[in-house]
């Protein structure tokens, strides 16, 4: 059963930086996309940062140029780099793979990220 595992959240402060890590993808076939999505308390999840099978990127205006997401295709991990970090960033990163051989979304549980001023 895939179970896909978030690990790097914590508290820090404004400014700081922050490496998010997913694992537990590696059994999921024909993946489409990898993404981080977040969800700050009382509002939408949406999406951060996503990277496709052909390593194209994309970013939410709020993050570009201070979030990088990439994939270890040895170690199968998906990283978000968060530089630069604002308390608007404060929210819960969830990782998320897309399956085009089994035409279904994965979520990952989801890591806390709080930032202060």
């Known amino acids: 059963q895939v179970r896909l595992v978030e690990s790097g959240g914590g508290l820090v402060q404004a400014g700081e930086p922050l490496t998010l890590s997913c694992s537990g993808y590696?059994?999921?076939?024909?993946?489409?996309?990898l993404a981080w999505h977040r969800q700050a308390l009382g509002k939408q999840r949406e999406l951060v940062a996503s990277i496709t099978g052909s390593d194209d990127t994309n970013y939410a205006d709020s993050v570009k140029g201070r979030f990088t997401i990439s994939r270890d295709n040895a170690k199968k991990t998906l990283v978000l780099q968060m530089n630069d970090l604002k308390p608007k960033d404060t929210a819960v990163y969830m990782c998320y793979v897309y399956s085009c051989a089994r035409g279904r979304k994965y979520w990952g549980q989801g890591t806390q990220v709080t930032v202060s001023s």
């Open positions: 590696r059994d999921i076939p024909g993946i489409h996309m």
